[in-house]
């Protein structure tokens, strides 16, 4: 195929139903189906054959090789820490620093995965701290139905935040790729709650962990 002419063919009725486009599975699914298709046309030209006028064309179909597949699970994982500072008098709880790191498999841009994964644990900071659904009994209607009124984490919620990645390779997956998505956000909230613990002695099993349930908890100690 001439270099301008790369097609690949998703969201086609024909192929039947698929899943949603998430958690990075399209560059999961894709990625293998190009690197099969770059490896024929390597091998093509490889050969020395004359280039005809209107280039060579190669195709992927990666039905089968998925299959043979070993059936195993193939998830991205990993773990975070967080330390944070608790106003014994206001219940204030602010993250002073954070770090998650992550197995992904094979990482395809470093720079956007780890702008990725620091996305979602301020994603977390914000589920454990900030965001929280009500609904008006009245009308059944939420509270704060915009940005201008729901509670979400801003620059000055969000602390110093690392995030990095462990060597994760598959020896049966030719492509390596596992995906990122949303892992950053996965054990942040808990993370945080468990700091949350460490400084008062409090489990606190409902988020947002707000000032008044931080203070709620301590006055029943006393």
Do not use: C
């Not at 280039?51 to 299959?67: K, M, N, S, Y």
């Not at 929280?132 to 801003?154: K, M, S, W």
């Not at 962990?209 to 908890?217: E, K, Q, T």
């Amino acid at each position: 195929m001439a270099p301008d002419r790369v097609r690949v063919r998703i969201g086609d009725s024909a192929f039947g139903p698929a899943m949603i486009a998430g958690g990075s599975t399209g560059t999961r699914s894709w990625s293998w189906a190009v690197t099969a298709a770059a490896e024929e046309l390597r091998e093509r030209l490889a050969l020395g054959a004359d280039l005809p006028p209107e280039g060579i064309t190669v195709r992927a179909d990666t039905t089968e090789a998925l299959g043979a597949l070993a059936q195993k699970e193939r998830h991205s994982f990993g773990a975070q820490f967080a330390e944070v500072a608790v106003d014994p008098a206001t219940g204030e709880v602010r993250v002073r620093r954070m770090l998650g790191v992550f197995a992904a498999g094979r990482i395809v841009n470093p720079l956007t995965a780890r702008s990725q994964l620091i996305g979602g644990m301020t994603w977390g900071i914000s589920m454990a701290l900030h965001e929280e659904g009500i609904r008006d009994p009245a009308t059944g209607g939420p509270y704060g139905a915009d940005l201008a009124g729901y509670h979400v984490a801003t620059h000055a919620d969000v602390p110093h935040i690392e995030a990095d990645w462990v060597d994760d390779p598959d020896p049966e997956d030719p492509v390596g790729i596992k995906g990122i998505g949303e892992i950053g956000i996965v054990g942040a909230a808990a993370a945080i709650a468990n700091a949350v613990w460490h400084a008062t002695g409090h489990r606190h099993r409902h988020l947002p962990i707000r000032p008044d349930r931080v203070l709620a908890a301590g006055a029943a100690d006393a």
